[in-house]
C-alpha cells in the first residue's frame, strides 16, 4: 500500500495533477486514513517520496559493477545518476526539494559514497594526483551529471545534450591528474552506460 501511494503521487507529479488528501486516494480503493497510517501525514509522504529517489538511485549504483579502470567506473556511476534521473523525472525534481526533510538523511548521503569511493580507487591506481580530495571530486562529477540532466529530464534542452559529459568528465579527470590520452578512452566507455541502459 505505502508503494501504491508513492507511485501515485510520482504519477500525479507527471501528469501535473493538484495532489492533495483525497485527489492522492482516489481511484486507489483505499481511504484517506492510509495516508496517516504509512506517513503519519501529508508531510510524511512528500519525505516518504523524496527518499525513494534516493533509495532508487542507490539501487541503480549498486548495478554499475566495478572494473579494472577506476575512471572507467567512476564515469559509469555519472552514466547511471542519468539514467536514474530520466527514468524517474518526478523523483528526480522532488529529490532537492528542500522543502521537506528526507526520512534518513544518511542513507541519502550514502549514494555520493559511491561516487567517492571510485575516486580514492583512482587515486590509487595512480589515475588522479595524490592528494585529490575524493569528496570534492565526487561532488564536482555529481554536479557535473545533475546539471545535464536538470536541462533535459525536466528542462528545454534535447536528450543529445548529454553528450557534453564526456568532454566535461574529461576535462575535470584530466584537472585532477589523470593523462588525457587515457582519460578519454576510460569516460567514453563508462559513458557508453547510459547508451545501453536507453535500449
Not at 62 to 67: L, N
Not at 128 to 136: A, V
Not at 138 to 165: K, Y
Request: hydrophobic letters at 45%; charged letters at 25%.
Amino acid at each position: 500500500m505505502r508503494t501504491l501511494l508513492l507511485e501515485r503521487a510520482a504519477h500525479m507529479l507527471r501528469t501535473r495533477e493538484p495532489i492533495t488528501l483525497r485527489s492522492l486516494v482516489a481511484g486507489t480503493g483505499v481511504s484517506t486514513m492510509a495516508v496517516y497510517t504509512y506517513f503519519g501525514s501529508m508531510d510524511g509522504m512528500w519525505k516518504a517520496l523524496r527518499q525513494e529517489g534516493f533509495t532508487r538511485l542507490a539501487a541503480r549504483f549498486t548495478t554499475a559493477a566495478e572494473s579494472a579502470d577506476p575512471v572507467r567506473d567512476l564515469t559509469a556511476l555519472v552514466a547511471a545518476y542519468l539514467g536514474n534521473a530520466l527514468d524517474h523525472p518526478d523523483l528526480y525534481r522532488v529529490m532537492f526539494d528542500a522543502s521537506f526533510d528526507l526520512e534518513d538523511l544518511k542513507a541519502a548521503d550514502a549514494t555520493l559514497e559511491h561516487l567517492v569511493q571510485a575516486v580514492r580507487r583512482a587515486e590509487e591506481a595512480g589515475r588522479f594526483r595524490t592528494g585529490t580530495d575524493p569528496l570534492d571530486l565526487a561532488i564536482q562529477s555529481w554536479a557535473v551529471a545533475h546539471g545535464l540532466v536538470s536541462l533535459v529530464a525536466n528542462g528545454p534542452l534535447p536528450r543529445r545534450t548529454l553528450d557534453h559529459g564526456v568532454p566535461m568528465l574529461t576535462a575535470l579527470f584530466v584537472g585532477a591528474g589523470d593523462d588525457p590520452d587515457r582519460c578519454r578512452p576510460s569516460v567514453e566507455d563508462g559513458w557508453k552506460r547510459l547508451r545501453l541502459e536507453e535500449r
